[in-house]
């Protein structure tokens, strides 16, 4: 699976968009960009994947290059609650390996404040 | 509402004593695994299963059992527990191990002290 580099920290202010880098310069053709956040303590949580094309939810976007070497997500009025770590994958199923094995780095730890 | 519910939440327990935390998805995933998330070494996966009665160990199986008898059921098994079990513990499922473009859940969590 491809590697992502992703910044340690970031700090967004209430209301505000935030938006998560994501570089993931060696993903192949058929490798999608998965974001998942731990909130603390909590269970991961799936927040939105994509292939190729850009991709919205009702929790977030995901805007991925052209060249698909890097992506970011975009939390577009970020509250309090939106403070988790946010860990980006490139992997063909899900995030994880051919055996399902989810493998999260170190992720970027993103705090909302009023 | 799709999800996959852990129980206990929290639990303190005594070296020795034998615990099983319960693991249940409501999807009817094929895959599901068990992962323990310590500071500073991130998730690692203990056990995991294809399908009903298939299991086989993670990176970190030592000290747990795990069986697959149901689809929907995948319970973890601490037969001696010992402190170095102490960690916060996660369920997952996933459709099946290589479902393209799929996502995974997770469960809320169970927060084990072995003392």
């Known amino acids: 699976d491809a590697k992502t580099t992703q910044p340690t920290s970031m700090d967004c202010a209430e209301g505000r968009a935030a938006n998560l880098p994501c570089n993931h310069s060696t993903i192949s053709g058929n490798e999608y960009v998965y974001w998942y956040r731990q909130i603390h303590s909590q269970g991961p949580q799936y927040i939105i994947h994509?292939?190729?094309n850009n991709e919205t939810n009702e929790m977030a976007s995901l805007i991925i290059t052209e060249d698909r070497k890097s992506s970011t997500l975009i939390l577009p009025h970020a509250t309090l609650r939106d403070t988790a770590v946010y860990y980006c994958?490139?992997?063909?199923?899900?995030?994880?390996?051919?055996?399902?094995?989810?493998?999260f780095g170190q992720g970027t730890i993103l705090t909302v404040h009023p | 509402e799709a999800q996959v519910t852990q129980n206990p939440r929290y639990l303190i327990t005594v070296t020795g004593k034998k615990l099983t935390v319960t693991c249940s998805q409501n999807?009817?995933?094929?895959?599901m695994s068990w992962y323990r998330q310590d500071p500073g070494l991130g998730l690692r996966q203990i056990y995991y299963s294809m399908n009903v009665e298939v299991t086989d160990k993670g990176d970190v199986p030592e000290g747990y059992k795990v069986s697959r008898k149901e689809k929907r059921n995948f319970p973890l098994i601490l037969e001696s527990p010992s402190p170095n079990q102490t960690s916060l513990y996660f369920c997952a499922s996933l459709p099946a191990a290589r479902a393209y473009g799929t996502e995974a859940f997770f469960g809320q969590g169970t927060r084990l002290t072995v003392v």
């Open positions: 994958i490139v992997s063909f199923n899900a995030g994880g390996t051919s055996y399902g094995k989810l493998t």
């Open positions: 999807m009817n995933h094929e895959y």
């Open positions: 994509g292939l190729k």
